[in-house]
């Protein structure tokens, strides 16, 4: 929703986050959520992990900080010459 967010913003309605090439993608929250996550860790499970053990395998993953990205976030990767 951040991504729409900003492409609302910005009057690009198409944005989309393949510009900001993204290393982990969390849909489902209200825009600029995301950023309350920083400093806290979450373990993913397969959603139909109804036992113990199952979840036990679960991925942790931990938001550690914000990503500083590069100016090349300002050029769009699917508009080819």
Same mark, same amino acid.
């Given at each position: 929703e951040t991504v729409k967010d900003v492409g609302t913003?910005?009057?690009?309605?198409?944005l @989309?986050? @393949? %510009?900001? %090439?993204p290393n982990v993608?969390?849909?489902g929250l209200e825009a600029w959520k995301?950023?309350?996550y920083i400093? #806290?860790?979450? @373990?993913?499970v397969p959603s139909s992990s109804s036992e113990e053990e199952e #979840?036990?395998?679960g991925i942790k993953i931990k938001f550690v900080s914000r990503t500083v990205r590069c100016a090349g976030v300002g050029v769009d990767p699917l508009d080819y010459p």
């Open positions: 913003k910005i009057g690009v309605p198409s @989309t986050c @393949t %510009r900001f %090439r993608i969390i849909e995301e950023f309350d400093g #806290k860790s979450f @373990t993913c #979840k036990k395998k």
